[in-house]
């Protein structure tokens, strides 16, 4: 009888959990379908944003949360070995569906277009995904105060997203194959693969916290100076020692000039899942974006009329 109960009762949770799910899934569709009208497509979008004061965009402001660093005991650890590595992909007991924070991280400042220099080992008209990130961005993405508006170059519209990151691991390998211990370290491989070789990385949001406030930004390159760091990416150990203060984490110009940071500085950050990044400027721009690229079916479109926020 007890083990009846039980079942019962299980069955029941699970029954109204899907009808949950089912619910917000339909509220999201019609409510994405009732906004989506002519004029939202991306070149639209950019416009729009581009006429706005970089008070207005910075009024864009995500909800912040309770911002607490878990405990290890409040966290599920699945723990794979590498070699002579050992990583912690973990994702949080106390806050479901969240990933754990890298805290207090050395970041500096890269750009599309930046030569290769004393404390930055190669150039990034490519990045390590696009051999033609220079072109694919559409110009050089002038890190200069006075050349930029709204988080953007003043002299062309992005045809990226100007929020971007750079993450010291690579999931492709230099024989352009998807490396082995993906599939084990990296937690939402499964859902995204498509083919051997393809990464899984690019792309990804994380969520950036610098003195109280907080921006997104999509992960585009790989570094500061390491590209196998996976310890420190999906396992929670500090980042390599490295000449630049054992930074972690590379951050573009929009990103600086949003965070409010320094050439060299300290951020925290994570990994967070699209359906829990909020509007803000990082929304606007890009034919990377996945604001753009997935609005008519996720995401609720901000007409080319709306007030600044």
Known sequence: MDRARKEARTGSRKTAMLF????????????????SKSGDDPASLARYA??????????????????????????????????SASVDNNRSDAETGEFPWRCYITTTVFWIGEQST????????????????FS??????????????NFVPVGFLPRQNPFYVALPYNDVDDQHHTKPEAAQVIPWFRSAFVRDGQSVCKGRWIEI????KVCFAQWEDVGPFQTDDLE???GGQRPRPNRNGDAGLDVSPAVRDYLGLGD??????????????????????????????????????????????
């Not at 949950?20 to 009732?34: D, K, R, W």
Request: one cysteine or more.
């Open 264 to 309: 060299l500085d300290f951020c925290d950050w994570r990994f967070v899942d699209f359906v829990n990044v909020p509007r803000g400027p990082w929304a606007f721009y890009g034919d990377n974006n996945t604001f753009l690229r997935h609005r008519p079916k996720s995401v609720a479109a901000m007409k080319p009329s709306a007030k600044p926020f």
């Open 136 to 149: 694919s961005y559409g110009g050089y993405d002038d890190p200069s105060l006075e050349s930029r508006r």
């Open 20 to 35: 949950l799910a089912f619910n917000i899934a339909f509220s999201t569709v019609v409510a994405a379908g009732s906004n």
């Open 50 to 83: 581009m006429k706005l004061p970089n008070a207005g965009l910075i009024k864009i402001e995500p909800r912040i949360p309770n911002l607490r660093v878990l405990k290890s005991d409040q966290t599920f650890l699945r723990r794979y070995s590498i070699g």
């Open 209 to 212: 916290r610098h003195k109280g």
């Open 232 to 234: 420190y990416v999906f």
């Open 118 to 133: 004393v404390n930055t080992a190669i150039s990034n008209e490519q990045s390590a995904w696009d051999t033609d990130w």
